[in-house]
C-alpha cells in the first residue's frame, strides 16, 4: 500500500528540540521529492521544507529558516525533520506530503500527521 | 495571517453549484499557472483535487474544476454532495524563495 507515516511529535518546551520522522511505502521514494506541511490547531496549512530526492537541494520557509532542517535516508525510505530552538508558534500538526511528479509543488500523498506541541 | 485569501465559508443545497475563490499577488496566483486546491475533512490529511489551475489526478470527479482570472483563482464544485462538505485549501507556486503558499482555507457546508 502507498503511504506515509509520520510519528516523533510529542509535548516539548519552548527552546527544546525534537526530530520528526516520515515512513514511506509502496512507491519508489528516492524518485520523490518531499515535504513537510503544518496545520496550527484549528488553522490553515503551512508550508514548511522541501527536500529534493536525493536529498542535495532543500527549500524551508521563513518561519522556520536557522531553526529546523529536513534530511532524508533513501535507504530506509525515511525522511526527518530536525526542529531546534522551539517556540509555541510551531505548536501543530506536522504532515509529510510526497511532491506529485507533475510538479513538486502539488502534493498528492499525505501522511496522518503527528502533533508537535511547544508549551511549559 | 495566509499568504493567498480565500472567504472563511460557502455553502450550497445538494444538486447545485458553489465556487470557492483565492487571491494572491502577480508573486504567486498571478504569476504562475500553478495554482492548486486540497479537499481535508475533519481529523483527516488534505488531499490533491486540482492542480496546475484547472487539472483533476486520477480518481477526483469532474465535478471539481478550477479556473483562474489574474491574480484570482477559483474552484467550483458542481452537483454538490453531502460529502463534498469539507474545508478546502488553495495553494499556489510562490517562486524558488517561499516555494509554496497556502490560503487560509474555506469551510463549505451542504446545507
Redesign the interface.
Known amino acids: 500500500e502507498v503511504q506515509l507515516l509520520e510519528s516523533g511529535g510529542k509535548l516539548i518546551q519552548p527552546g527544546g528540540s525534537l526530530r520528526l520522522s516520515c515512513a514511506a511505502s509502496g512507491f519508489t521514494f528516492s524518485n520523490y521529492v518531499m515535504n513537510w506541511v503544518r496545520q496550527a490547531p484549528g488553522k490553515g496549512l503551512e508550508w514548511v521544507s522541501t527536500l529534493s530526492g536525493g536529498g542535495e537541494s532543500t527549500y524551508n520557509a521563513d518561519s522556520v529558516k536557522g531553526r529546523f532542517t529536513i534530511s532524508r535516508d533513501n535507504s530506509r525510505n525515511t525522511m526527518f525533520l530536525e526542529m531546534e530552538n522551539l517556540r509555541a508558534e510551531d505548536t501543530a500538526v506536522y504532515f509529510c506530503a510526497r511532491g506529485s511528479q507533475h510538479a513538486y509543488w502539488y502534493f498528492d500523498l499525505w501522511g496522518r500527521g503527528t502533533l508537535v506541541t511547544v508549551s511549559s | 495571517q ?1 499568504a493567498l485569501t480565500q472567504p472563511p465559508s460557502a455553502s450550497g443545497s445538494p444538486g447545485q453549484s458553489v465556487t470557492i475563490s483565492c487571491t494572491g499577488t502577480s508573486n504567486d496566483v498571478g504569476g504562475y499557472n ?1 495554482v ?1 486546491w ?1 479537499q481535508q475533512h475533519p481529523g ?5 483535487m486540482i ?2 489551475v484547472s ?1 483533476r ?1 486520477s480518481g477526483v470527479p469532474d465535478r471539481f474544476s478550477g479556473s483562474k482570472s489574474g491574480n484570482t483563482a477559483s474552484l467550483t464544485v458542481s452537483g454538490l454532495q453531502a460529502e463534498d462538505e469539507a474545508d478546502y ?1 488553495c ?1 499556489s ?1 510562490a517562486g ?1 524563495n ?8 474555506t469551510k463549505l457546508t451542504v446545507l
Open positions: 495566509s500553478y492548486s486540497y483527516t490529511a488534505p488531499k490533491l492542480y496546475e487539472k489526478p485549501y495553494s507556486y524558488s517561499n516555494l509554496v503558499v497556502f490560503g487560509g482555507g
